[in-house]
């Protein structure tokens, strides 16, 4: 057993390697998923952290229409994302264990260089062409507006990840259906910390118009990111 744990930190140190790439780091996450599912072993048998491996990251390059990428992202990663606004600005964080972290940032960075690229064109682009769902009771009519593209667009992004990495988790369970898969939420101590030190204050959502045109180019953009 103790060669399979070695195994498996070798190849999660690849994971989060700087110099992976996002192929290599996505090929060594699942060699290491199929083999804890294998041979049922749970990352506390791998990772002995406590609250003081907790580390927050602030990703100040990111802007705040890309909050929905960021959520997908950091769950992926066993993180906890969360979001400070003062005076208009945005400013979102996570908070994880280093290594989880680590990844989860590199993947955001490259996620947002994609997107600063691809999102301005798309908008000047269909800016005058975009068609809204409406969800406001009112029904009104909403002028069209670069936020609300923006947004859209990365909503429809960040769905089609999330679809993405569940696809990802589908085919392990389905190679590996005799054995119980292990569950990589954020572990208890990221979340314990957030809770006890960060102490977040819940915000209620407001209820925003989804350009469905602009949503589905985010989709679109998210096969092309995941060369599909």
């Known amino acids: 057993m103790d060669d399979i744990i070695a195994k498996i930190k070798k190849l999660m140190n690849t994971a989060n390697d700087p110099n992976a790439s996002e192929n290599e780091v996505?090929?060594?996450?699942k060699k290491a998923h199929k083999l804890m599912a294998k041979h049922?072993?749970?990352l506390n048998d791998i990772e002995s952290k406590t609250e003081d491996d907790v580390i927050e990251a602030v990703l100040d390059i990111t802007p705040n229409f890309m909050m929905s990428i960021l959520q997908v992202v950091s769950d992926e990663f066993r993180c906890e994302f969360l979001y400070i606004s003062r005076k208009n600005?945005?400013?979102p964080k996570i908070y994880g264990l280093k290594n989880d972290v680590?990844?989860?940032?590199?993947?955001?960075?490259?996620?947002?260089?994609?997107?600063?690229?691809?999102?301005?064109?798309?908008?000047?682009?269909?800016?005058?062409?975009?068609?809204?769902?409406?969800t406001s009771i009112l029904q009104d009519y909403?002028?069209?507006d670069a936020r609300?593209?923006?947004?859209?667009?990365?909503?429809?992004?960040?769905?089609?990840?999330?679809?993405?990495?569940?696809e990802n988790?589908?085919?392990?369970k389905q190679e590996f259906?005799?054995?119980?898969?292990?569950?990589?939420?954020?572990p208890k101590i990221v979340r314990d910390y957030v809770n006890n030190v960060v102490k977040p204050k819940k915000v209620k959502s407001k209820e925003l118009a989804v350009s469905r045109r602009a949503f589905n180019a985010g989709v679109i953009a998210c096969d092309k990111y995941n060369g599909r």
Not at 177 to 186: A, D, H, P
């Open 26 to 29: 996505f090929v060594a996450v």
């Open 40 to 42: 049922n072993i749970e």
């Open 89 to 91: 600005r945005f400013i």
């Open 102 to 134: 680590d990844a989860a940032v590199e993947v955001i960075k490259n996620i947002t260089v994609f997107i600063n690229n691809e999102l301005p064109r798309y908008v000047k682009k269909y800016k005058k062409k975009a068609s809204y769902d409406f």
């Open 142 to 144: 909403i002028p069209c």
């Open 148 to 166: 609300v593209l923006k947004r859209s667009y990365c909503l429809g992004f960040a769905n089609r990840l999330n679809e993405f990495f569940n």
């Open 169 to 172: 988790k589908l085919e392990l």
């Open 177 to 186: 259906e005799k054995y119980e898969l292990i569950s990589l939420g954020v």
